[in-house]
């Protein structure tokens, strides 16, 4: 009654978000309790088909459903057996298809009984039709006109039953129906909106169902970010704290976070500590490296560049009603012993490579792809390359990211005196490119001289150049995709490297 209480407080429907043990599915069965008057539970969908087996079925009307809706039927999905819930499942599927045939055939009596004309859109058949059709217009569900008990579908000039449906259209047909069908004022908690369906056809559907039911408050359980996002004028209820088997402590969050909310959602739906990294998505490198490394203990977001790495573990560390570790990964990059002690004062690692697409070339690495086939010269070869053709490009983008640097630490503050403007000014223009750029060809070539493999690595910034040009000419055909494998699969190298490089 209190879990209520608080929710009746919002006038919006209610997305719960937590990560996996977070008590998501026993709060959806401490809100049933025992109370079956209110609150109706749509499980989760895997599979769906429509018998006519179990002759009970054949009876089944309204109001029979309301009061099966009604019942706890998260709970029932995660304690039956396969099989048994298979059946629950499938008969429940049945008995909805028949009552809103059943109904429609009610009304359609009633009608002729009184004389009157029938209306569209006063069934539930007519809306589930309508709200279906809207979504796969070249779909028409009918009712087979000798018995209102067999659904069948119609597309073009075919005919087909309703289990010829793909698993997403059923889903989206029992949604329909089991919206339809909840009792009038009630809460419709449904668990994982988002099954079988993609993220534009589920914002659709639930816009149209939440329309067609403004009398109810949908509580919906979720781990899909694309579904959080695609509500408009949601509330979100963060479960914090779950102690088995009923004590929660959640808070009811508002959209005004200081983090995008894409990041938020991902956030607080894990349990795990916080790891930002480079990469603009997960389809990143850097992204694939270091949740192959570290995905286990950590949940990996990719954010950008460094700038914004360095930036929203700041944030997240200062939003301490999270209590969530934060911690951020970034290249190389040439930055700055001051720079990179600053950023490990932080939690910041800042990986001795200057890309990430180094960490490929690394010596652990490179023996795991090429130990059984190739001789160990695959280092000498990478410095021949660079010493030949590109030791002034490496020097002058390591001078370009010293002059970014020295512009991004001398920001001329809006509050500053005329004079301390002048001196900032001042600082920037006496930067000495030549000088920084000469120190760089020359601790290359020393780098080169000494053979020192690992410094090499540091300051190298030719990215595909090297990880894909390269080595896949020098070393091995397709070397990156199996550098990719081998730290995927290998648990000693993704030991090796976590010790190397990736130390929290």
């Given amino acids: 009654i209190i879990l209520l209480q608080d929710f009746s407080k919002y006038k919006n429907d209610i997305v719960l978000i937590g990560g996996n043990g977070s008590g998501k599915t026993s709060l959806a069965n401490a809100l049933k309790g025992e109370d079956k008057q209110y609150i109706s539970v749509i499980p989760a969908q895997k599979n769906l088909f429509f018998s006519l087996n179990d002759s009970n079925v054949l009876t089944t009307r309204m109001l029979d459903l309301e009061k099966m809706l009604l019942e706890n039927n998260i709970n029932k999905s995660k304690t039956f057996n396969d099989y048994e819930y298979f059946c629950f499942q499938n008969n429940q599927f049945t008995k909805l298809i028949i009552a809103m045939g059943a109904n429609h055939v009610s009304y359609l009596t009633e009608c002729h009984d009184k004389g009157i004309k029938s209306e569209n859109d006063k069934t539930v058949f007519d809306k589930t039709r309508r709200i279906f059709n809207t979504l796969f217009p070249n779909i028409q569900l009918k009712y087979n006109p000798e018995s209102f008990q067999h659904l069948f579908c119609e597309k073009g000039d075919k005919h087909y039953h309703v289990n010829g449906l793909s698993e997403g259209e059923k889903s989206v047909l029992y949604y329909i129906m089991s919206v339809l069908m909840a009792k009038k004022d009630s809460f419709i908690v449904v668990d994982e909106p988002e099954t079988y369906l993609n993220p534009s056809l589920t914002n659709t559907l639930w816009d149209l169902l939440l329309e067609e039911r403004k009398d109810c408050q949908f509580i919906f359980i979720t781990h899909s970010i694309d579904f959080v996002l695609g509500r408009n004028g949601i509330q979100i209820a963060w479960i914090k704290e779950f102690e088995y088997p009923n004590k929660w402590e959640f808070d009811f969050l508002d959209n005004n976070f200081e983090l995008p909310q894409t990041l938020m959602t991902e956030i607080l739906g894990s349990n795990k500590p916080i790891v930002f990294c480079e990469g603009d998505d997960k389809s990143s490198l850097d992204y694939y490296i270091y949740r192959a490394i570290l995905g286990e203990k950590y949940t990996i977001i990719p954010v950008g560049g460094h700038h914004e790495v360095v930036r929203y573990r700041s944030v997240l560390s200062k939003m301490t009603w999270l209590n969530a570790e934060a911690y951020g990964i970034i290249d190389g990059d040439n930055h700055s012993k001051g720079y990179i002690e600053n950023a490990q004062s932080n939690n910041i690692v800042v990986i001795p490579v200057n890309e990430i697409e180094m960490l490929l070339l690394d010596d652990s690495v490179l023996n795991g792809v090429l130990k059984i086939f190739f001789p160990q010269d695959y280092s000498d070869r990478i410095k021949e390359f660079i010493v030949e053709k590109k030791i002034e490009r490496i020097a002058l983008t390591s001078t370009k990211t010293a002059i970014d640097e020295k512009l991004a630490t001398q920001k001329i503050e809006e509050d500053s005196s005329l004079e301390r403007m ?52 020098e070393l091995d055909n397709d070397y990156i995709e199996k550098a990719k494998q081998q730290i995927l699969t290998n648990a000693s190298l993704k030991l090796t490297l976590r010790n190397k490089y990736l130390n929290f």
């Fill in 422 to 473: 002048k001196s900032n000014l001042q600082e920037i223009t006496n930067f000495n490119i030549e000088g920084v750029y000469e120190s760089k060809i020359l601790e290359i070539k020393e780098i080169i001289q000494e053979r020192d493999y690992e410094k090499l690595l540091l300051i190298c910034n030719l990215k595909k150049e090297i990880s894909k040009g390269l080595a896949n000419k």
